[in-house]
């Protein structure tokens, strides 16, 4: 099943459901390798979402700018391999969004306890344009809110569940886009929190 949420954006409800345990499974080394952790904004901010990378490039914030990058700031360590799961589940969505050449580099880790949020903002630092973005949301459910290429478009809200998927593409991919402050209950799987995983091709 597929819902088009705008030109370019594609929700496939439930998608990511059958791979689950597979990925939950894989997240316990990249984690261990690669702690979560609240990157600084280069205002000087303090993200209240908790991030980590797996792939061969991250993303990463500090007051110098954003940025991918092929190492781990913590552990100057490159980032822990992206799990063979996680290119198959990406590139089988993006294949049934009509992306058949995706080709991930970076795999961004978000992590929302009660109370995280993430402000309006776009994703520019791709170099790849064209490519679209994949996103896998796991856990609490969260309201995300999806705009237009102008700050102040109005914003449709959507509901993310755990197991969806949504490909970003096309005039969708430059949206102003955030997600509201993660409400206070429990998922049976992944506790009191909520997982979003991005898939990105960078070049
Ligand atoms: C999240 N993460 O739920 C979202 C999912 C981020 C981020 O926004 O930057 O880590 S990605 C949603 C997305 C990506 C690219 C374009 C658009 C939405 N969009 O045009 O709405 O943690
Ligand atoms: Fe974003």
């Keep these: 099943q597929r819902q088009l949420i705008a030109e370019g954006a594609v929700c496939l409800p439930g998608f990511a459901l059958e791979y689950v345990p597979t990925i939950l499974e894989a997240l316990g080394p990249i984690v261990e390798q690669a702690p979560f952790r609240h990157l600084v904004t280069p ?14 490039l991250g993303w990463v914030s500090d007051r110098r700018g954003y940025r991918y990058q092929e190492r781990d700031p913590l552990s100057d360590n490159a980032w822990p391999a992206m799990p063979e799961i996680f290119l198959t589940l990406a590139q089988k969505a993006a294949s049934e969004a009509g992306y058949q050449r995706f080709k991930p580099q970076a795999c961004l880790i978000n992590q929302y306890l009660p109370g995280s949020k993430m402000s309006l903002h776009q994703d520019k630092d791709e170099n790849n344009k064209a490519a ?18 102008r700050r102040d478009d ?4 959507l509901i993310l569940q755990h197991g969806d998927v949504v490909v970003w593409g096309g005039a969708s991919r430059f949206c102003f886009h955030g997600v509201q402050t993660l409400k206070d209950s429990e998922h049976s799987l992944l506790g009191r929190r909520r997982l979003n995983i991005t898939f990105r091709q960078i070049y």
């Design 43 to 56: 205002g000087g901010h303090t993200m209240s979402v908790a991030m980590t990378n797996c792939g061969s």
């Design 132 to 149: 679209p973005i994949v996103s896998i949301s796991l856990g609490v459910s969260a309201t995300f809110l999806f705009g237009g290429l």
């Design 154 to 157: 109005p914003c449709q809200k």
